[in-house]
Nanobody, 119 residues
């Protein structure tokens, strides 16, 4: 089970940190990702961490967003800095056992999402 939190409204240039609480299984062999969907647009993968620790970022967030894990707390994070209005979207965390999924949408388990609004 995945549950996101930390969304909200922020002014352009501000920061937010999203959290994704994970439960129900050990995630050491799972790849994790943050995916967002803006109104009227398709979902896009923006940040991912592979089961071997390799991270990847979409060009639109590279240098501004950072994905990280705290395995002791079984939580995935997305630190978002220098937010822009175009970052407004619902943000989802997703996971799947295995490796190599990167920024694709081929994840099996999804959280319900958390809304981020940048004005």
């Amino acid at each position: 089970q995945l549950v996101e939190s930390g969304g909200g409204s922020v002014q352009a240039g501000g920061s937010l940190r999203l959290s994704c609480a994970r439960s129900g299984r050990p995630y050491s062999r799972y790849s994790m990702a943050w995916v967002r969907q803006a109104p009227g647009k398709e979902r896009e993968g923006i940040a991912a961490v592979d089961s071997d620790g390799t991270t990847s970022y979409a060009d639109s967030v590279k240098g501004r967003f950072t994905i990280s894990e705290d395995n002791a707390k079984n939580t995935l994070y997305l630190q978002m800095n220098s937010l822009k209005p175009e970052d407004t979207a619902t943000y989802y965390c997703a996971t799947r056992r295995g490796t190599g999924y990167g920024l694709s949408l081929a994840y099996k388990y999804w959280g319900p999402g958390t809304q981020v609004t940048v004005s």
